[in-house]
């Protein structure tokens, strides 16, 4: 009566359809670009800082005459780096060197930027990252100049009355020249030999290198800037090609004559130079603001630096040891001034809060409270209440316990000993949450008043108990203190 219809499946059109599908699949997730090839990675603290300071040390150091050409790229590794006091030595989580020789620089010119490919190698960490940055007038670049050349050529001209013809028309052709822009910049790079960084000059050709500020060095003197062929450097002359200059330094331990000789354009002349003691004032700014460190002539004061700021922080002063250091006083030996701060800190804690009385709609209760034991410390000063607010109604016997045990040390005043002894959970009223009111009873003019008041509307009225020849319910709930105090660092 039915007759059966027999359908097949297309196992060819099913196979072919699906590998059309993974190609495109594996078309996408090849061509998606990933922003952020580290994401997956998980590196110390310390290697992202070493990478972010070998980043920014690099991005000053190639620059100008530097930079390669179009389609060439110019590699320099951390050693080389660190030699010329273009970045500072670099540690790992261990406090073991970084491998300055593995660990490299290399810039390439693109056709439309530069390509910074930055690899570190800090123990058992590396990795290699890639920064893009835009070319700059001062960048060598490939200018294409069109040269025309005009010709003449002669061709037969068919005769027109069997004669001989000849004609000549100009033929033009061009063609195009790359040529190189030079460089206008040149660097001055200032190798500080152990002292504090001095960055790296760029100047264009011909003019003359600003004197950067002394470095520093805890135990030496500072004597001044020597080129490659150990002549004191001349600010006053032109420069023409980049220059490394290398900073000198003697002991400061005693006085000394140092012999020095002077680059000028006249015949080169011997000096002596009086080297009197010398010492260093460091400044520690106890995380705040970073301050330079003073070299001070013996007896010599120091001047007094800005003040340092640190987050939620006021700055006090600036201490030698224990003591407020006066800027009055001279200076006979290399010294370290901390900087102190008061920072005002917050903590929470909780208070349980019981009042008796007769069955009414609302009750009001206040108290004050003691100074958390946990705040009764030396270097906390100012303790005061900043805010109060309500948690929850009391209700069990936890909440009894909880009461008596922490009494003694929650409020000033007469000890709990025996109070409401007699209470149970069903002794307890209910407050309604929405309606409850609790305040610090604190002033402008006394911030440190540390009574608290509470006054709720009862939605669940208790069973009566007798306290004291009298019927009552117990009235307690469960409140937050935020505390403010003051510490010195």
């Known amino acids: 009566m039915y007759e059966e ?6 196992w060819k059109s099913f196979l072919i359809k699906l590998a059309l599908i993974i190609v495109v699949i594996i078309l996408i997730v090849k061509l998606l670009p990933l922003e952020n090839k580290n994401l997956s990675k998980n590196f110390s603290t310390e290697f992202n800082n070493n990478m972010t300071v ?3 040390s690099s991005s000053q150091y190639f620059i100008s005459d530097r930079l390669p050409v179009v389609g060439e790229s110019r590699k320099v590794n951390l050693e080389d780096l660190i030699s ?21 620089v290399k810039v390439s010119n693109k056709t439309s930027n530069h390509e910074l490919e930055i690899h570190l190698i800090c123990g058992k960490e590396k990795d290699t990252v890639y920064v893009y940055f835009p070319k700059n007038e001062s960048s060598p670049e490939e200018n294409p100049t069109i040269t025309t050349t005009t010709t003449k050529k002669t061709e037969p001209k068919k005769p027109t009355n069997g004669g001989a013809v000849t004609t000549t ?8 020249v790359k040529t ?7 660097s001055i790079i200032f190798n500080s030999n152990g002292g504090t960084l001095v960055s790296t000059q760029s100047i264009k050709i011909g003019n003359k290198v600003i ?8 135990g030496y003197i500072f004597v001044g800037w020597f080129d490659t062929s150990n002549r004191e450097y001349n600010f006053n002359l032109p420069v023409y090609s980049t220059t490394i200059l290398k900073a000198k330094w003697v002991l400061a331990s005693n006085s000394l004559n140092i012999v020095k000789t002077t680059t000028t354009t006249q015949p080169t002349k011997v000096t002596p130079l009086k080297i009197t003691n010398q010492y260093i004032v460091t400044f520690n700014s106890n995380g705040g603001t970073s301050k330079s460190s003073r070299i ?3 007896r010599d004061y120091v001047s007094r630096p800005s003040d340092p700021t640190r987050p939620n922080a006021t700055f006090i002063g600036w201490y030698l040891g224990d003591s407020l250091f006066n800027f009055k006083t001279r200076i006979t030996k290399n010294i370290t001034l901390v900087a102190r701060y008061v920072v005002t800190v917050t903590k929470t804690t909780s208070a349980y809060s019981i009042g008796v009385g007769a069955p009414v709609n609302k009750t009001e209760v206040t108290h004050t409270l003691a100074i958390p034991t946990e705040l009764k410390h030396s270097s906390y000063q100012n303790v005061r209440i900043d805010s109060v607010y309500f948690d929850r109604s009391l209700s069990t016997q936890e909440d009894l316990d909880n009461y008596y045990r922490y009494w003694d040390q929650t409020y000033e005043g007469v000890s709990s000993a025996n109070a409401f002894t007699s209470g149970k959970p069903k002794n307890f009223v209910y407050f309604d949450r929405y309606t409850f009111s609790i305040k610090a009873n604190k002033t402008s003019s006394n911030i440190y008043n540390r009574s608290v008041t509470w006054s709720g509307n009862v939605i669940r009225t208790c069973e009566p108990f007798t306290y004291r020849e009298v019927s009552g319910c117990l009235y307690g709930i469960k409140y937050n203190i935020i505390w403010k105090y003051d510490m010195f660092i």
């Open 84 to 104: 010329i006091g273009a970045v500072r030595s670099l540690s790992d989580k261990d406090g073991s060197s970084c491998d300055s020789e593995n660990s490299y």
């Open 54 to 56: 070998l980043r920014e």
């Open 296 to 298: 001070v002539n013996y």
């Open 180 to 186: 190189i822009k030079p460089p206008t910049n040149v």
């Open 211 to 218: 004197k950067p500020f002394n470095p520093v060095k805890t």
């Open 5 to 10: 219809s027999k359908i097949e499946f297309d």
């Open 169 to 176: 028309q100009k033929v033009v052709t061009s063609k195009v």
